[in-house]
């Protein structure tokens, strides 16, 4: 049983702004296996990435509309349950949030949080499963509030579902579970593979802006749906560049880089570099003067996925990185950013 803290709500983005990613979010293909009820409102809507909305007046035949997971009142059994599969091959965890905005009178009024290990789905949504370890015990759930819990370090096992306990029943909005992938790398040492992707233990740790959508999306699987689901700067004047930092899943060469810029169509950036560096710091700075420059400006397009290799990345040949940088110029919106190599022996 981990030991952990409550974190105040507006402090919550900031507790786990850096370093750690939401291990159940949507699009990075969390599912939602089983629940004991869902009565008024869908358990999928917990791992929505966008904050609850409100829809005053709006019913359904259930009753009114809530964006949350949202069960039956007078529940019988100790608590109402849903159990995720973790959008990453497993993962350790830092900290747990749960919200229950727009949730008043009806919110859960106490929350427990479980996880396991186990290589089958099956095996977990069986009745009486006992694999579970305790992340959070049982505490108190406000009404219409973020509330976060800030575990004292990772946890030493790797998990691969999460169970969320509401006791006895009501609703909640949002679930966030806070950590680390532990990826599963290829067996061959020369299999190429994104070194920044999420799911491969990728993550971006900092930028110079994010006004419109957040760096972390720059490194999810597939292409997205919208403008919505990357990372977009707001609009600057003059000369400017704006970044990302990627710490990369694991140390390795480079041999190609992959950057989309699906659905950006009137506000691609005009051109995109990247840099990298072998570097031990979790806190490497963007003027940092180790970093060596991968791919020289070049320019992009609109709504396209742009692959650069061959000779375009020949001056960092068989040198391996643990970090790279992507610069847009002068600022705009990128959908995702890959990092396509070998993991270094």
Known sequence: ????????????????????????????????????????????????VTAPVRKPGVFTHAGAW???WETRRHNT???????????????KIRGVEIDTTFFNGNHAPEIGVLGTFATSDDEVVKE???????????????PSMRQGWLLDKLTEKAYTHVKLLMF????????????????????????????????????????????????????????????????ETKRTRGEHVDWTIVKLGAKGTVDKIVIDTAHFRGNFPQKVQVFAVDSQKDDIGADDEAWVEVLAP????????????GDLLNAV??????HAKLVIIPDGGVKRFKVIGRKSV
């Open 317 to 322: 040949k068989d040198k391996a990185f643990t």
């Open 66 to 68: 809530y964006d949350g």
């Open 168 to 231: 006895p029943d009501g609703g909640i909005a949002r679930f966030r579970l806070y950590g680390v992938a532990v990826p599963v790398f290829p067996e061959d040492i020369n299999e190429a593979f994104d070194l920044a992707a999420t799911v491969n233990g990728g993550v971006a740790i900092s930028c110079s802006d994010q006004h419109f959508g957040t760096r972390h999306n720059l490194l999810l699987p597939g292409r997205g749906v919208d403008m919505g689901d990357g990372w």
């Open 1 to 48: 049983m981990s030991n952990y803290k409550a974190i105040p709500a507006e402090k919550i983005d900031e507790t786990f702004s850096t370093g750690v990613i939401d291990l159940i979010s949507k699009p990075l293909g969390s599912r939602i296996l089983s629940f004991s009820d869902e009565w008024f409102a869908a358990a999928e809507n917990l791992t929505t």
């Open 298 to 309: 070049q320019k992009t397009g609109p709504d396209v996925e742009h692959v650069y290799e």
């Open 128 to 142: 009486g499963y006992e694999g579970w370890d305790t992340i959070i015990e049982r505490e108190e759930c406000g």
């Open 77 to 91: 059994a100790p608590a109402d349950w849903v159990i995720i599969r973790l959008g990453v091959a497993s993962g």
